[in-house]
């Protein structure tokens, strides 16, 4: 009777009953792996075979996906070259900062009351730990005499600043500047045409001379308020110049702007170190005549 219903029974029928399997040995984790592993075999096809990394590519690996430390920020340095007055020495100390990746803010070089001897104050940013690399690979240089880091010195540094500024105001700041003009006169001048036929109020030749000698005023107060002086004056522009750190040109020169800065020179930056107060005039506190005893023969009658 079974038999003949298996034969009767539909390949529809026979592919909806679930696959069993009956096995004597009890079930485990190990059987449960090996029976899903042989699933995927007959999906997907065999595991492809990975094969093990050597020694050189695991080191590679950790070299390259290993990120850099960089917990150190950058701080502003300075160095002080003493160096032979001879060509080419500038070259190499700047080639031996670029190499190592330092963007220089300010060089300056002079010669020093020795002669043949100059003086060499660079200014830049970087870590400290390749500071000091760099200043061990300076002093390697031949024409190198010594590499001073003035970084944590106390320093006097000054800067000196040349500026022009207009005194006409902000509005006539692109006719002053080259860059800023029309490349064609036709245009400029249709633009001055309708400049001047929208503008309702027309200012007098004395207004517009009172005009810029107020902004002429302005500027020389405020230079005087930074121990500057101006050194020329034109119809158009005033030249200003200013000795101080560094600091204080940035904040004279960001007052400036509103004024309309046509063009602006700076030297860099000289530095040097300050000297030690050393008290010559202490006050004596321990007296030697305080200790010894007194001879009673010594003294007067009575």
């Known amino acids: 009777m079974l038999r003949t219903l298996l034969r009767t029974t539909t390949p529809a029928v026979r592919r909806c009953q679930p696959m069993r399997f009956y096995t004597s040995e009890p079930r485990s984790a190990t059987s449960a792996l090996s029976f899903k592993k042989h699933l995927r075999q007959r999906r997907f096809g065999p595991v492809p075979a990975v094969p093990e990394p050597t020694v050189e590519d695991a080191v590679n690996n950790i070299l390259y996906n290993t990120p850099t430390n960089t917990g150190e920020p950058a701080s502003r340095h300075i160095l002080n070259c003493l160096v032979q007055n001879e060509p080419g020495v500038l070259s190499r100390l700047s080639g031996v900062l670029a190499a190592r990746g330092f963007n220089i803010e300010s060089l300056v070089v002079a010669n020093t009351e020795v002669p043949d001897l100059s003086r060499m104050t660079v200014v830049f940013n970087g870590r400290n730990v390749q500071i000091e690399q760099a200043r061990r690979q300076l002093e390697d240089l031949v024409p190198v005499w010594a590499v001073l880091d003035y970084t944590k010195t106390k320093l006097v540094e000054r800067e000196l600043l040349l500026i022009k500024v207009s005194i006409l105001g902000p509005e006539h700041l692109h006719e002053q500047l080259p860059t800023a003009k029309f490349d064609d006169e036709a245009e400029f001048a249709d633009e001055n045409l309708a400049f001047h036929a929208t503008d309702e109020k027309q200012m007098t030749p004395s207004e517009t001379l009172r005009e810029t000698f107020s902004h002429l005023r302005a500027l020389t107060e405020l230079t005087r308020l930074f121990d500057g002086k101006v ?27 509103p004024f309309g800065v046509l063009e602006a020179s700076r030297t860099g930056v000289m530095a040097m170190p300050r000297s030690p107060v050393h008290d010559h005039y202490e006050p004596q506190t321990d007296h030697s005549y305080e200790d010894e005893a007194v001879d009673l023969t010594s003294l007067p009658p009575g």
């Open 231 to 257: 050194v020329d004056v034109s119809s158009d522009s005033v030249i200003l110049e200013m000795c101080a750190k560094p600091s204080r040109i940035d904040s004279f020169m960001k007052l400036c702007k």
